[in-house]
C-alpha cells in the first residue's frame, strides 16, 4: 500500500508542474481520493447542472462558476484505507503576519459591533461576517499540507484546487450543500462552534441553538415547494478537527427532473454563511464586510458523477497566491453575540488552519 501511496502522490506532484488545471478531493468519511486533470488549461464556466465534471463557484452567486469538465479531463484516484500511512513531513512552514494583528482585530471588533447593532435593531436575525487573515510564507509545501487535511479531517471534503487562470485554493469543509442521487436529495443545517476537548457531549447556550434553527427553518422554507416527503432530524454535535457544531439533517424527493439547478439557486448562499433574510443579510455583507469573498463560501464539487452530485459549502479553506496565504474564516452574529468572543472564535478558527501549514 505505502508503494502505492508514493506512486500515487508522485503523479499529483507531477500535476502540479504542468500548471494544467486540476482537482485532488477526498469526500467525508471516505477512502477515496480522486484527481481530475484537465488537458487543457482553458477555462470553463458552468452553464447548466445536466453536465458532468466537477465545479468551483463563488461566494456571489452572480459570478461564474468554474467547471472541469468531465470529458476534457484525466482521472485517476486510490483508495487509502489509512490515511496515518501517509508520509508527512513534520517541518513546519514559517509565516509571518502581512497585516498588523492589532489593526485587523479592530476592524473585526467594529464589524461585529455593526452586525449586533444592526440585527438589534431589528433589520435581520443572523448575519455571517468574515474576515481574512494575511500570512507570508517560506518553505510551504502544497501537497504535504494537504496531507495533514487527509489526516486531520475524515469527515470533511478535503480538496486541493488549482487552474492557472484563477488561482489555487486548499480546504476541509464539514458542510454539505447538497447530495443528491437521482431524485433523491440531502443536505444540513450546521451552525454554532465551539472548541472540541475530548467530547462531543456538550452543552449548547440559546445564542448557538438560535442561530442553528435560523439556518434550519429557512432551508426547511426554502426547500418546500422544490422537494417532496422533506423530513429532518432533531439538531446533534459533531465534531470537524478540533471544532464542534451543531446539525441538522434534512431529507426529500426533487419534485421535477430541473429540480436540482432550482434547489442549488434557493439554498446558496446558505443562513449558515450568509444570514438571514437572505437578502438583507447578503446586501449587508456586500456593504461592510471590506473584501470581496471571491470563492471563500462558495461551493464545491461533483455534478452528476456516477449518477450523483455532491457539493460542499467552501469553509476551512485558505487561498494560496505564490507566497502568500489567504485563511479566510467567519462566524454567526445574532442580536446575542458579543464582539470579543467573536473575534477570540475567528482566532481560534485560524490557529486550527494553520496547524496544517
Not at 260 to 270: D, V
Amino acid at each position: 500500500m505505502q508503494h502505492q501511496i508514493i506512486h500515487f502522490f508522485n503523479k499529483i506532484s507531477e500535476v502540479l508542474k504542468s500548471d494544467l488545471p486540476f482537482v485532488v478531493y477526498r469526500k467525508p468519511n471516505e477512502k477515496l481520493v480522486s484527481v481530475l486533470v484537465q488537458s487543457t488549461n482553458k477555462l470553463f464556466y458552468l452553464d447548466t447542472f445536466a453536465t458532468n465534471g466537477f465545479v468551483f463557484a463563488p461566494f456571489n452567486k452572480d459570478e461564474e462558476k468554474i467547471l472541469f469538465p468531465l470529458t476534457a479531463c484525466e482521472q485517476f484516484s486510490l483508495n487509502i484505507t489509512d490515511f496515518n500511512e501517509l508520509q508527512i513531513s513534520e517541518e513546519k512552514t514559517i509565516v509571518e503576519n502581512v497585516l498588523d494583528v492589532q489593526d485587523s482585530k479592530l476592524q473585526h471588533l467594529n464589524l461585529v459591533q455593526k452586525t449586533i447593532d444592526f440585527i438589534q435593531q431589528k433589520e435581520a436575525d443572523k448575519i455571517v461576517v468574515s474576515r481574512k487573515e494575511r500570512l507570508k510564507s517560506s518553505n510551504f509545501n502544497l501537497l504535504n499540507s494537504y496531507k495533514k487535511m487527509l489526516n486531520n479531517y475524515p469527515n470533511a471534503m478535503v480538496y486541493l484546487w488549482f487552474h492557472p487562470k484563477v488561482g489555487c485554493w486548499l480546504g476541509a469543509s464539514p458542510e454539505r450543500l447538497i447530495h443528491c442521487n437521482k431524485q433523491h436529495f440531502k443536505t444540513m443545517a450546521l451552525a454554532g462552534t465551539q472548541a472540541y476537548v475530548d467530547t462531543v457531549e456538550v452543552d449548547w447556550k440559546h445564542k448557538e441553538k438560535e442561530e442553528q434553527q435560523f439556518v434550519t427553518d429557512y432551508i426547511l422554507n426554502t426547500i418546500n415547494g422544490v422537494v417532496n416527503h422533506i423530513k429532518y432530524t432533531k439538531p446533534y454535535t459533531v465534531k470537524a478537527g478540533n471544532l464542534l457544531h451543531l446539525r441538522t439533517d434534512i431529507y426529500g424527493d426533487l419534485q421535477s427532473e430541473n429540480g436540482l439547478e432550482q434547489l442549488i439557486e434557493r439554498l446558496h448562499p446558505t443562513p449558515a454563511i450568509c444570514g438571514v433574510p437572505k437578502k438583507i443579510a447578503n446586501h449587508f455583507i456586500a456593504e461592510n464586510e471590506g473584501y470581496n469573498r471571491s470563492f471563500y463560501a462558495g461551493y464545491l464539487g461533483e455534478i452528476n458523477l456516477n449518477c450523483e452530485t455532491n457539493l460542499y459549502v467552501n469553509l476551512r479553506c485558505m487561498q494560496i497566491v505564490n507566497s502568500e496565504i489567504s485563511i479566510y474564516i467567519g462566524g454567526g452574529i445574532t442580536a446575542e453575540s458579543n464582539a470579543e468572543k467573536e473575534w477570540d472564535e475567528t482566532v481560534f478558527k485560524t490557529e486550527v488552519m494553520k496547524k496544517i501549514l
